[in-house]
């Protein structure tokens, strides 16, 4: 059975939010460091910044993460050269692409023998806790399922086709939009391996190039089923509910925009280790200093609040009764697993 689209209850939250369960899903962006050799690599050699997050889940007891809905595009345009990467097969040692451009999907994440050293460890893709907790190709496509775009903050706009990085697009003004409603189809994987305070991963970007975004999105779990879980912000500015911030490259405060106080924050961290890491590579140093140098005045615009979800009215045929209905299949399938 494939999840029907637009997962989230989103018009359903806002009803019956105080009603449900206190179990949730939290959802939180974790910088990773990109090895010299793979940056390399996956710049072509250029010496383009190369970047890497990770969208996690932490999931109290009870709970377990079924699905999520986001959007993020990055800022482009002016000073900004920026791309999603996929990793391509050429950059897999001459072995085959292990990134889906229709679903996002990365086969290879965690493989027997993988190092950080591997171009193929940082594409952008969407994962489900069983791909992590038992790597296989099987596991993988078995578990994993894409539907379309989001339909977040402004509904009623989403397609059935998701929006992912292509293997093809690597370049300057491609690969800058992720637009995607994904889901453990089995709706059970998050085993106790992951119940309670543990994290696990069900997204990455990797960012070649100086830009950054506001990534908008939700996620449902298979006890609140009923419940959008808005993602936390993590900006230091006012952003609207279910946001968080991929920093532009050279902004330590998570303001949106690159100045002064980056400098020092560069210059009071120097030699250590947070506080003024630009490239998320462990340790705050000159090529901090340059990063701010270089996108200096540069910014993101803060998203506007889009379309209020509590004004819609769920009528028969909405994509709001659509949203209820996916989760009750999923929480049914989660029954009967």
């Known amino acids: 059975m494939r999840l029907v689209h637009a997962l ?25 460091p990109v090895s010299s050799t793979a940056a390399n690599v996956i710049n072509g050699g250029t010496g383009a910044s190369v970047r890497t997050y990770q969208l996690k889940v932490t999931q109290t007891a009870g709970e377990k993460w079924d699905v999520g809905s986001m959007k993020v595009t990055l800022a482009s345009g002016g000073n900004y050269n920026s791309y999603f990467y996929a990793n391509t097969s050429a950059n897999n040692g001459g072995g085959p692409s292990v990134h889906s451009d229709t679903t996002g999907e990365n086969k290879s994440y965690l493989a027997p023998g993988q190092t950080n ?8 893709y969407v994962s489900t806790p069983a791909f992590q907790l038992s790597p296989t190709a099987g596991t993988a496509a078995s578990h994993l399922n894409v539907v379309g775009t989001s339909d977040f903050p402004n509904t009623g706009t989403a397609s059935n086709t998701a ?47 100086n830009s950054g ?16 879980q808005f993602f936390a912000s993590n900006a230091s500015v006012a952003v609207p509910t279910g946001t968080m911030y991929i920093p532009i490259l050279g902004d330590t405060n998570n303001d949106a925009v690159v100045n002064f106080t980056d400098f020092v924050n560069v210059k009071n961290n120097f030699n250590g280790t947070s506080g003024g890491d630009t490239n998320n590579d462990g340790v705050v140093d000159f090529a901090d200093f340059v990063n701010v140098k270089n996108n200096f005045n540069n910014s993101v615009p ?21 949203a209820m209905a996916g989760f009750a299949a999923l929480a049914r399938r989660r029954k009967t697993a």
Do not use: C, H
């Not at 050293?117 to 952008?124: E, G, K, L, M």
């Not at 975004?213 to 959008?228: D, K, L, V």
């Not at 979800?309 to 659509?322: C, D, K, N, T, Y």
């Open 163 to 209: 929006v992912v990085p292509q293997t093809t697009g690597n370049l300057a003004g491609s690969n800058q939009t992720l637009d995607i409603v994904w889901g453990d189809q089995a709706g059970t994987q998050a085993g106790t391996a992951t119940d309670g305070t543990a994290s696990y991963i069900v997204a990455q970007f990797t960012i070649v190039g």
């Open 302 to 322: 803060v998203p506007a609040s889009g379309q209020a979800l509590g004004s819609l009215v769920p009528e028969p045929g909405s994509l709001a009764f659509l």
């Open 117 to 124: 050293q591997n171009a193929s460890f940082y594409d952008t």
């Open 213 to 228: 975004g506001f990534i908008r999105g939700y996620s449902g779990g298979s006890n609140a089923a009923n419940t959008a």
């Open 8 to 32: 989230g209850a989103a018009v359903a939250a806002t009803a019956l939010v105080g009603s449900v369960a206190k179990a949730t899903v939290t959802m939180s962006l974790v910088g990773v």
